[in-house]
């Protein structure tokens, strides 16, 4: 069965510490994975993707994922957070054969501190 | 502005009522997505479309009608609704390039529709 996880329903950081959000995944075949962030009532916005390649990939606002196959996971990252990054975080996953599905994690609040 | 446009933003109706939804994008995409997204839940995929044709149906409730009539639009027609339906509803579209193992498109997301049912 596909799937996601992301263990933390909450992450806490203050601001211009690095910040790290954990997503596990479990697909059949290669994985193509995805991370969102949604901010209050409003829908999901594009952060970044790992297709194939450079396993650390870079995305918008400064964020990037470690995508670790044998532990089968795609962190995101950031090395200096910001009190506007507060927001929901939701990782995803797409399986390479079956292309009409995106397989989403319950989401991780971020919670920056001044 | 994702190039996903949602309407209405909010949206509250009886139990007994039939309002609809709608979703267009400007992407020039081939696939639409409707989700549901309630607290503290993943996110739960419930319509797929490629190309005008359903390719998915998540086990959703009959109250629950999908319309597409080009690859443009997404409707999504709600009748006899119940409280526990009610949630931020969000289409999305991507382009698809098939079966041959090459989906990495990531989905566009509207605003989402706020329904609440009373």
């Known amino acids: 069965a596909q799937s996601v996880a992301q263990p933390e329903d909450q992450v806490n950081v203050a601001e211009g510490n690095p910040l790290t959000v954990k997503c596990t995944y479990s697909?059949?075949?290669?994985?193509?994975l995805f991370w969102y962030v949604q901010y209050p009532n409003r829908g999901l916005q594009f952060l970044l993707k790992y297709i194939t390649g450079d396993n650390l990939v870079k995305g918008s606002y400064g964020f990037e994922a470690e995508f670790n196959k044998s532990q089968t996971s795609f962190h995101l990252k950031k090395p200096s957070a910001l009190v506007s990054d507060s927001a929901l975080y939701f990782c995803a996953v797409r399986p390479q054969y079956n292309f009409n599905k995106f397989y989403f994690g319950s989401g991780t609040k971020l919670n920056v501190k001044p | 502005e994702t190039g996903v446009t949602q309407t209405p933003r909010h949206l509250v109706m009886g139990m007994t009522n039939k309002k609809s939804l709608k979703c267009e994008q400007h992407?020039?995409?081939?696939?639409m997505y409707w989700y549901k997204q309630s607290a503290k839940k993943p996110l739960e995929l419930m319509f797929v479309?490629?190309?005008?044709?359903?390719?998915e149906n998540n086990s959703v409730p009959s109250r629950f009608s999908p319309e597409c009539p080009n690859s443009s639009h997404l409707f999504l027609h709600l009748h006899t609704l119940q409280p526990e339906d009610s949630a931020l509803y969000l289409c999305a579209s991507s382009q698809d390039r098939g079966s041959a193992g090459l989906g990495g498109t990531e989905a566009f997301f509207g605003q989402g529709t706020r329904l609440t049912v009373v």
């Open positions: 479309y490629n190309f005008k044709e359903q390719t």
């Open positions: 697909v059949s075949g290669n994985p193509y």
């Open positions: 992407l020039g995409h081939n696939a």
